[in-house]
């Protein structure tokens, strides 16, 4: 790994660094810094006004400096005389506590006091669309059950494989690809790894895809629903807990192969799913892929409720294999540090708390779900969400009120910004009350 940039820059030709940060919104805001500058650079940080991105700054502040960490270094695959660097904030001499790499690192501290590692793993569905998002970009990408179509993947190997040849290369251990459950959607998937390390992963790997489509006269979208009647882009999270070697939520004589300490994780993920998915769902569009309608290919594949099952993928919670679980809540829109450190958040509060995650259901949740007794739903808009992330104690105490302030703040801008829009749809069902 590369300490000394400059150095780096030398040994590997790269002529120009990508200082890159990610703001509130999940954006990736970026200077690109000559090799000749970058020693600097690497010192101080790079300078931006932090109120012109999504973070909780005024136009008044100082500067903002993004200081790249060398261990996140990723030359452009597509462009190898470019390095990429994942960036921490600071300002004043400090470090924002409310930058989604910050608070995801001092999560990852906390879990570090105890001797533990959470390690993950996520699955970015995404949509190669036409280059104005309007349509899927392959016209004879029609079927009624889509999921691994060999044919319409195949028609798509050119911009599949650059990106999974990138992984390869970059040694991510890249395992499959497949056409989706959606017409016109993709997964990839690639080996889990410390939480930090995935979500630089998951940022770079969004960054990729759509600079490899648009490469190809395509874009790539994570919009979590951007056709109503097909399947949404989910990303759900595996994760496991780790003391060196030891894999802490694997457990022989545990249900399903889970231990004690595994269940109270997934109970604090059931205890605060409604608080975490201003996180895990961002978007006023989040809302329409969890709690959706059945689409064309016969299911959503999103959960609408607050329940856990073995390896069943109707619930929000999945238990496919001894010593992990599958989080389906998160979508493609969710920002890959603020997910990794919802999931600490709400994991260890589990921990500290003992939360009960309650009952295991072995049942189709899209078929029965409504014969389950007080089942928690999960939030149906942005706006429900927000209440519920703002009114979390457990978030103010796990995040920081920093970043609960923060967060809340800027996505309730965005909420009242959508509020005020006026539809079509008011208007079809309005104009003659
Ligand atoms: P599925 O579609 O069945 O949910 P995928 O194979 O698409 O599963 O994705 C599984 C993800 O889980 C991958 O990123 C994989 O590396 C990760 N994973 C596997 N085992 C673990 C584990 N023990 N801890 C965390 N993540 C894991
Ligand atoms: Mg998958
Ligand atoms: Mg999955």
């Known amino acids: 790994m590369a300490t000394d940039l400059a150095k780096a820059a030398k040994e590997r030709g790269i002529k120009y660094f990508l200082i890159s940060y990610t703001d509130l919104f999940g954006a990736q805001r970026a200077k690109l810094v000559p090799a000749a500058a970058i020693a600097g650079m690497q010192k101080s940080g790079a300078g931006f006004a932090g109120f012109a991105t999504w973070l909780d700054m005024s136009p008044a502040d100082s500067d903002l400096f993004a200081k790249p960490d060398p261990e996140s270094l ?13 960036a921490d904030l600071f300002m004043d001499g400090k470090e924002v506590e409310h930058a989604p790499r910050n608070l995801l690192k001092r999560l990852i501290g906390k879990a570090a006091d105890r001797g533990w590692e959470m390690k993950s793993g996520v699955e970015c569905e995404f949509f190669l669309t036409t280059t104005d998002g309007q349509a899927i970009s392959d016209p004879s990408d029609t079927h009624e059950k889509p999921c691994y179509d060999q ?3 195949m028609r798509r190997y050119d911009v599949i494989t650059e990106i999974c040849d990138a992984m390869l290369a970059l040694g991510w251990g890249p395992y499959q690809n497949d056409h989706e459950d959606a017409n016109g959607q993709f997964e990839m998937n690639w080996n889990f790894g410390p939480a930090l390390q995935t979500a630089d992963q998951h940022a770079f790997f969004k960054f ?54 595994g269940y109270s994780f997934i109970g604090g993920l059931i205890h605060n799913a409604d608080a975490i998915c201003a996180m895990t769902n961002p978007t006023v569009n989040s809302y329409k892929r969890i709690n959706a309608p059945r689409t064309t290919s016969g299911a959503t594949w999103a959960p609408n409720s607050v329940t856990y099952t073995g390896n069943n993928r109707t619930h929000m919670i999945r238990i496919p294999d001894p010593g992990r679980f599958e989080l389906r809540l998160p979508d493609g829109a969710a920002n890959p540090y603020l997910l990794q450190a919802a999931l600490l958040a709400a994991g260890l509060d589990g921990i500290d708390n003992k939360r009960d995650p309650g009952q295991r259901l072995d049942i189709n949740m899209y078929v029965d779900g409504h014969t389950v007794k007080d089942c ?27 970043f609960v302030t923060a967060f809340a ?25």
Not at 76 to 83: A, D, N, S, T
Not at 208 to 231: C, D, I, Q, W
């Open 208 to 261: 990729m895809t759509k600079s490899v489509a648009e490469k190809h006269g395509l874009r790539a979208t994570f919009m979590p629903k951007p056709f109503m009647n097909l399947t949404g882009s989910g990303c759900h999270a595996h994760v496991s807990l780790w003391k060196g070697k030891t894999a802490l939520f694997e457990d022989e004589s545990g249900e399903l192969g889970v231990s004690a300490l």
């Open 151 to 153: 044919q319409a993947l």
């Open 74 to 86: 990723i030359q452009l695959p597509w462009k190898p005389e470019v390095g990429w660097l994942a």
């Open 409 to 433: 703040k800027l996505k309730t801008v965005e909420w009242n910004a959508y509020a005020r829009h006026l539809t079509q749809w008011e208007r079809d069902n309005t104009l003659d009350c």
């Open 376 to 402: 928690k739903k999960l939030p149906l808009n942005l706006f429900d969400a927000l209440r519920a992330f703002e009114a979390s104690s457990v978030l103010k105490e796990q995040l920081g009120d920093e």
